[in-house]
């Protein structure tokens, strides 16, 4: 009679990792997770583990040798895991929500910024449920209509044209083939003048007033006004200087040429 095979003896791991002249022990991987989330003061994400340094936490694939996946990781430190299953409705809603409190249609860099925050899913995660961004904004409702888009247009050449935000002024005394009335323009976007200049990227100047006394320099995206082009603007304090860094020294230096001079 031929005996039977023995069964296969249970890997049995090892929950210390010795390296050198130092062992580490699962209790190490848990302290340097609790420090690390101590320090971003939010919940952390494999992401956030794998840019860290690696004095301060291991790496998410060694975690995972460790304690089977890293978010048995994060729930052997006491530590919050996202688990949120997302589908395309959810999604599509979070990004509706996002954009009534940005008053304009969201950004992928607004999106990321609130993925942090566990308001949205990122921006690969729409990716894979839409196809692409442009596709996820299309299908939650988030997209311009051809009347906005020229509104946009027209607001945009306008504040060329004066190398600043336009007024509500100023949009009443510009030519009707280049941007239409204010009343039309508040009817295009829920009743504000504001929202149509958030959606143009244009800076508005009361709500960078409001912030001159705590922010000496603020930085905001806008059309500049020597190489109009859309980027990062400088403002100065008791003056808006709608130019980005490079033009904004390039004013400087040619002021300290006159000045020399």
Known sequence: MVAKNPPPEKVVHDSSFTTGNYTFTQEHYIQGLQRFAQQLNRRITSRDVENADRTTVANPSTLADHFGTFNGAL??????????????????????????????????????????????????????????????????????????????RGLRALAKILRRTPTARDTTAASRNMVPSVTTIQNHFNGKYNNALRAARLPIVREIKARLSTHPTIPYKGICADCHKDRLLVMRVNKIQGACRRCYKERRDRSKEKSAA
């Open 75 to 152: 729930k052997a430190a006491n530590l919050p895991i996202y688990q949120e299953r997302w589908n395309r409705e959810k999604a599509a809603q979070r990004l509706r929500a996002l954009a009534k409190e940005l008053s304009r249609i969201p950004t992928s860099r607004d999106v990321a910024k609130a993925s942090k925050e566990g308001k949205c899913p990122c921006v690969l995660t729409l990716t894979r449920l839409f196809g692409s961004f442009n596709k996820t904004l299309y299908a939650a409702g988030l997209f311009y209509a051809p009347e906005q888009r020229r509104i946009i």
